[in-house]
């Protein structure tokens, strides 16, 4: 006889052969079971929260590949004449689309990804014939350049999204992200065990990955976060990263062979331009600020006669650096690489305005393309 609680099977029937034993399951007061493992899951899940929260955390959006496939959607989904930026890290956390919206009456897309040449999304737009509005490609010549594309796969994904993806990243963004400030990757169980000290171990070097550097928004609008800017030691651990993916390494390429990758990624630069150029697409390509050893590794592995200068030749698209307009230059680079917030809104009211005086406005001139003297 089995009793309430036996754990009856589909073998557990008359003319099976070989039956399945049948275990019974001991009477337990499962609702005071059940609550009071989720009173535990709530303290742990609180206790990792408030642990953030202390630390300088507050409930923001992570830059996912969902979230930048929710506004490449928009230019197809009849937006395409819209102002659009494409960039690396640079360009998308150091242009704020509030600050360009009070400027213009419109809010830019932004398609920027950290560590990821732009040049895989000039392709992508060059592509869609439903884009034929005004483009901003950021330039850090590192990535650029050197072809880097750390975060390539959001264009993979965006074909392939499936409508389960979808709704999930609908659900987080309306409902999870905006509570959680422990909802990111950088504070994520498994990542902060893997950047602990642990010990060195045969075929395994310890190696620290970059940290949060900035805040995103739902729509993607990105600035430094305030930690990287007040707090010291943090700062120090940003500068302490960059020197390290700065230092000369074994596997560097040499610069033969660097020029050499740098003008194959020109010549599809020029190809995709060409193309948008064709259906009418304005390109104007943004060398947005560096300082420091970051400066000083673009300027020794990537000099502006042979890149930045070449590019706006080949394409016949316009540019602006910033080393040619004095109100780019000076702004706040707490870790050398990006603009502080305050320092970010100042820029994009700066860019926006020689983008209008002298680019895309009504008076600007006629004929572009050639790099500018200093202003």
């Known amino acids: 006889m089995r009793g309430d609680y036996a754990r009856v099977t589909a073998a557990d029937r008359p003319g099976v052969a070989q039956p399945v034993p049948v275990r019974p399951v001991p009477a337990q007061p499962w609702g005071r079971i059940l609550l009071g493992a989720v009173l535990i899951l709530v303290l742990l899940v609180g206790g990792w929260e408030a642990y953030w929260r202390a630390y300088g955390v507050k409930p923001g959006f992570a830059n996912s590949?969902?979230?930048?496939?929710?506004q490449r959607r928009r230019i197809d989904q009849g937006e395409g004449a819209a102002t659009v930026v494409?960039?690396?890290?640079?360009?998308?956390?150091?242009?704020?689309?509030?600050?360009?919206?009070?400027l213009d009456g419109k809010r830019p897309i932004q398609l920027g990804l950290e560590g990821t040449t732009a040049l895989i999304f000039l392709e992508d737009l060059a592509d869609d014939p439903k884009f034929t509005g005004r483009l901003l490609v950021g330039i850090a010549p590192q990535v650029f350049f050197g072809g880097h594309g750390y975060r390539a796969g959001a264009l993979k994904y965006f074909k392939r999204e499936s409508p389960s993806q979808r709704i999930g990243q609908w659900l987080s963004v309306h409902l999870i992200e905006p509570r959680f400030a422990f909802y990111d990757p950088?504070?994520?169980?498994?990542?902060?065990?893997e950047r602990q000290a642990w010990p060195e171990r045969p075929g395994r070097t310890w190696r620290m990955e970059v940290r949060k550097l900035a805040v995103t928004e739902a729509d993607r609008n990105t600035y430094m976060w305030d930690k990287v800017e007040n707090d010291p030691d943090y700062r120090a651990l940003m500068r302490e990263i960059w020197l390290r993916d700065l230092a000369p390494g074994d596997d560097d390429p040499p610069p033969a062979k660097e020029q050499e990758n740098a003008m194959k990624q020109i010549e599809r630069a020029v190809k995709a331009v060409h193309t948008l150029q064709a259906r009418?697409?304005?390109?104007?390509?943004?060398?947005s600020p560096s300082t420091g050893p970051y400066l000083e590794y673009d300027n020794r592995h990537f000099p502006r006669k042979t890149s930045w200068d070449v590019l706006l030749a080949r394409s016949g698209a316009p540019g602006i650096h910033f080393e040619d307009y004095r109100e780019l230059q000076g702004l706040e680079q707490p870790e050398w690489s990006h603009l502080s917030h305050a320092a970010a809104d100042e820029y994009t009211a700066s860019l926006y305005r020689i983008i209008e005086r002298d680019f895309w406005g009504p008076a600007a001139p006629a004929i572009l393309g050639a790099p500018q003297a200093m202003r």
Do not use: H, N, Y
């Open 65 to 70: 590949f969902g979230l930048w496939a929710m």
């Open 186 to 193: 950088d504070f994520a169980l498994e990542t902060v065990l």
């Open 86 to 102: 494409i960039s690396d890290s640079r360009l998308f956390f150091d242009l704020q689309l509030p600050v360009w919206e009070k």
């Open 280 to 287: 009418g697409v304005k390109v104007l390509f943004v060398r």
